[in-house]
């Protein structure tokens, strides 16, 4: 075989173009920008925590745990939403530690959704979703949110439902847009699944980072629990999102569908980590303290932007906040960010590329889970445009 000879494949993912978010980082690494596009904090974590893992290290906890994760972690996880979402949940057969929020929710993807199967999402969606839906042949069915409310129209929804609709995917907190579900929302979610063989795949990653003292409704505390997925981060609540743990919630019947992906796929997640996280759960304040530390530096960049010529809605949560560039341009989105990069040397994510179909509404994704001085400093450059 030549160089030159390449074997005939039929791509399972048809779209390979660069990541967003790959792109916006290497423009911020590549012109010295403030980087407020990748979701990730630029300070410490908890010396506690780090101490903790290395503990575990030097006394031998290096091999597999056990595929389902350590059972007391796993314990901990279903007293915690016993007493936040009111919903009993078996830890041996209803909780799995995986390798991220994203494994977790490729692994309910790949074992619940087969070839031809619907899967409606609602966009601006997270870049995971469609990926995964794809690998095992699904079809999205794209429901898109649009400003300034980004609400869900349930309306639109109960129209994309067909006889192939196996499953919805709800995010919240919402990201990119911030928004939260309420109890219509939920309502609507149930007339719309009631009879059905629907399924329910709820991300919510940052559901401990809801503001202005809004309660986040999980699926985990509603009567829809019998046909949901519920998806966790402990890197969003934590600040260590390169630890890569997370863990998913799932009636005892859809579990193990999720799990024999799961155990194929990654087996086991780390080790000493999950030891770590076992001790750290074990105060609450280590998670429920999270919102009032988000929610001071929500309203410190955003007390910042009144300068500016952005204009924007309090995010509701998640550390994402969206800025309307209306009255400073007329370019796409994608043009006005990488200029924003460029020339003003602060980094942000365009929204419109979360749409399978054009919807540019000027709108622009920031960070603000950073110090308070590189917020200052972002917000400098951006009062100055």
Same mark, same amino acid.
């Given at each position: 075989?030549? #160089?030159?000879?390449? @074997?005939?494949?039929?791509?399972?993912?048809?779209?390979?173009?660069?990541?967003?978010?790959?792109?916006?980082?290497?423009?911020?690494?590549?012109?010295?920008?403030?980087?407020?596009?990748?979701?990730?904090? #630029?300070?410490?974590?908890?010396?506690?925590?780090?101490?903790?893992?290395?503990?575990?290290?030097?006394?031998?906890?290096?091999?597999?745990?056990?595929?389902?994760?350590?059972?007391?972690?796993?314990?901990?996880?279903?007293?915690?939403?016993?007493?936040?979402?009111?919903?009993?949940?078996?830890?041996?057969?209803?909780?799995?530690?995986?390798?991220?929020? *994203?494994?977790?929710?490729?692994?309910?993807?790949?074992?619940?959704?087969?070839?031809?199967?619907?899967?409606?999402?609602?966009?601006?969606? !997270?870049?995971? !979703?469609?990926?995964?839906?794809?690998?095992?042949?699904?079809?999205?069915?794209?429901?898109?949110?649009?400003?300034?409310?980004?609400?869900?129209?349930?309306?639109?929804?109960?129209?994309?439902?067909?006889?192939?609709?196996?499953?919805?995917?709800?995010?919240?907190?919402?990201?990119?847009?911030? *928004?939260?579900?309420?109890?219509?929302?939920?309502?609507? /979610?149930?007339?719309?699944?009631?009879?059905?063989?629907?399924?329910? /795949?709820?991300?919510?990653? !940052?559901?401990?980072?809801?503001?202005?003292?809004?309660?986040?409704?999980?699926?985990?505390?509603?009567?829809?629990f019998e046909r949901c997925v519920c998806t966790y981060s402990f890197g969003k609540v934590l600040h260590n999102t390169g630890w890569k743990t997370g863990y998913v919630v799932a009636p005892d019947y859809l579990m193990k569908e999720i799990y024999k992906v799961h155990e194929y796929n990654v087996f086991s997640v780390n080790t000493p980590v999950q030891h770590a996280l076992t001790d750290f759960y074990q105060n609450e304040s280590n998670y429920l303290e999270v919102a009032p530390f988000y929610q001071k530096k929500r309203d410190y960049?955003?007390?910042?932007?009144?300068?500016?010529?952005?204009?924007?809605?309090?995010?509701?949560?998640?550390?994402?906040?969206?800025?309307?560039?209306? #009255?400073?341009?007329?370019?796409?989105?994608?043009?006005?960010?990488?200029?924003?990069?460029?020339?003003?040397?602060?980094?942000?994510?365009? @929204?419109?590329?979360? !749409?399978?179909?054009? #919807?540019?509404?000027?709108?622009?994704?920031?960070?603000?889970?950073? *110090?308070?001085?590189?917020?200052?400093?972002?917000?400098?450059?951006?009062?100055?445009?």
């Amino acid at each position: 075989m030549t #160089n030159s000879t390449h @074997i005939k494949l039929q791509p399972k993912i048809p779209k390979t173009q660069e990541s967003i978010f790959s792109v916006m980082s290497g423009l911020a690494r590549q012109h010295e920008a403030i980087n407020l596009s990748q979701g990730f904090p #630029n300070f410490p974590i908890s010396q506690e925590l780090i101490e903790s893992v290395s503990r575990y290290m030097r006394q031998g906890y290096n091999q597999y745990s056990p595929a389902k994760g350590l059972p007391a972690l796993r314990e901990i996880l279903a007293d915690k939403i016993m007493r936040l979402y009111g919903r009993k949940v078996n830890p041996n057969q209803e909780i799995t530690i995986t390798a991220g929020a *994203t494994q977790a929710i490729f692994s309910a993807i790949v074992a619940l959704v087969r070839q031809e199967e619907e899967v409606i999402i609602f966009e601006p969606a !997270y870049d995971s !979703y469609v990926p995964s839906i794809q690998v095992c042949g699904g079809v999205p069915i794209g429901v898109q949110l649009k400003g300034p409310d980004y609400k869900i129209r349930w309306e639109e929804v109960k129209s994309r439902i067909s006889s192939k609709t196996r499953m919805i995917i709800l995010n919240t907190p919402h990201n990119p847009c911030g *928004t939260i579900i309420d109890e219509k929302d939920m309502e609507e /979610l149930k007339a719309i699944t009631k009879g059905t063989d629907i399924l329910v /795949l709820s991300d919510e990653v !940052y559901e401990h980072i809801v503001l202005d003292e809004k309660k986040h409704l999980s699926l985990l505390g509603s009567d829809l629990f019998e046909r949901c997925v519920c998806t966790y981060s402990f890197g969003k609540v934590l600040h260590n999102t390169g630890w890569k743990t997370g863990y998913v919630v799932a009636p005892d019947y859809l579990m193990k569908e999720i799990y024999k992906v799961h155990e194929y796929n990654v087996f086991s997640v780390n080790t000493p980590v999950q030891h770590a996280l076992t001790d750290f759960y074990q105060n609450e304040s280590n998670y429920l303290e999270v919102a009032p530390f988000y929610q001071k530096k929500r309203d410190y960049f955003l007390s910042l932007m009144k300068e500016s010529r952005f204009t924007f809605t309090p995010t509701q949560g998640t550390y994402f906040q969206l800025m309307n560039y209306q #009255n400073i341009s007329e370019e796409s989105d994608v043009e006005f960010a990488r200029r924003l990069t460029i020339e003003h040397g602060v980094a942000s994510i365009p @929204i419109s590329v979360f !749409y399978a179909q054009p #919807n540019d509404e000027k709108m622009l994704r920031f960070c603000f889970a950073k *110090t308070d001085e590189t917020l200052q400093k972002a917000a400098e450059k951006l009062c100055k445009i």
